[in-house]
């Protein structure tokens, strides 16, 4: 158990629509990494939030969107959503803004 | 080209074998992390690492910054470390700082 944890752990939803991920960091890790793992892509980063900041963009849809809340906790929202979203997408906490990864379990997004 | 390669992508040994894995990037960087990731899906941290050597159990890592190359050996392999090897690099410095790249994976299957 890495102390890191996601909900929901399996989403399915239908095209169009918009979804919320959750994610909370180990305690004291300042740092929330968003990541997408699909079939064709592998592993993809998408957003980091160092102490609610913004502090470092990779491939993110403008249809996507993240925050970091004052508790750490962090939120990636996914809106209009395609058949190509499907896809496993983590989280990871660092305690600084670069440092070891520690990856939550998940959350497995199917769009029908 | 990749910024991150890993080679091989696929590999299967038999049990007691050792096992390299290896991993180049042509990216400037600020430190290096091979992980681990599960059928079931849950990704795992085994080391991250910015020169030289560690090492864990039956696992080393290596990593010669001047070539842009890091190892993943694996001693007296087992079936239990069947799993997917990820390498994956924190690119140096700019607005891509903390940001990770990862590599494709290799597949390793241990037979006993």
């Known amino acids: 158990d890495s102390g890191v944890t996601q909900t929901p752990k399996h989403l399915i939803t239908a095209t169009g629509q918009r979804v919320t991920l959750r994610c909370s960091p180990r305690s004291g890790d300042l740092s929330v990494y968003w990541y997408q793992q699909s079939l064709d892509q592998g592993l993809q980063f998408l957003i980091q939030y160092y102490n609610g900041e913004e502090r470092a963009k990779g491939n993110i849809l403008e249809r996507f969107s993240a925050q970091q809340f004052p508790d750490l906790h962090s939120e990636l929202n996914l809106s209009s959503l395609e058949l190509g979203d499907s896809a496993l997408y983590f989280c990871?906490?660092?305690?600084?803004?670069?440092?070891?990864?520690?990856f939550g379990p998940g959350t497995r997004l199917t769009v029908l | 080209k990749n910024e991150v390669e890993q080679s091989p992508q696929n590999l299967t040994a038999q049990e007691g074998e050792f096992i390299t894995i290896n991993c180049s990037y042509s990216v400037g960087i600020s430190a290096l992390h091979w992980l681990q990731q599960h059928p079931g899906g849950g990704i795992v941290s085994l080391f991250m690492l910015s020169s030289g050597k560690k090492k864990h159990g039956r696992l080393i890592a290596t990593i010669n910054i001047q070539e842009k190359h890091s190892s993943l050996h694996i001693t007296a392999s087992h079936p239990r470390d069947s799993a997917v090897y990820i390498c994956?690099?924190?690119?140096?410095?700019?607005?891509?700082?903390?940001?990770?790249?990862f590599g494709q994976g290799t597949i390793l299957t241990v037979h006993p």
């Open positions: 990871a906490s660092t305690m600084g803004q670069v440092g070891e990864q520690f």
């Open positions: 994956a690099v924190f690119n140096a410095g700019g607005t891509s700082y903390g940001k990770l790249t």
